[in-house]
């Protein structure tokens, strides 16, 4: 993994460093994902899913509930 250092950046060649970053530094730096949004999508689904599981859940539990007539 590439790493800059303070003394490799250079008044006159930093523009040019960042710009000279390859696809595999690019995937490095971001997490190794291209696509963000993608996940945030998908994040955002399987809290939906997590949501809809522990609802279930709780119904059932009330349900259960009300067929005990002690």
Same mark, same amino acid.
Request: proline share 0%; net charge negative.
């Given at each position: 993994?590439?790493?800059?250092?303070?003394?490799d950046l250079?008044?006159?060649?930093?523009?040019?460093?960042?710009?000279?970053i390859?696809?595999?530094?690019? !995937?490095? !730096?971001?997490?190794?994902?291209?696509d963000?949004?993608?996940?945030?999508?998908?994040?955002?689904?399987?809290?939906?899913?997590f949501?809809?599981?522990?609802?279930? !859940?709780?119904?059932?539990?009330?349900?259960?509930k009300?067929f005990n007539?002690?």
């Open positions: 993994m590439s790493r800059i250092t303070i003394s250079h008044a006159d060649d930093s523009e040019g460093l960042l710009i000279d390859s696809n595999i530094d690019y !995937i490095s !730096i971001y997490a190794g994902a291209d963000d949004l993608a996940q945030i999508l998908n994040y955002g689904l399987k809290n939906l899913q949501a809809l599981l522990a609802f279930t !859940i709780h119904e059932v539990a009330e349900l259960a009300s007539t002690q």
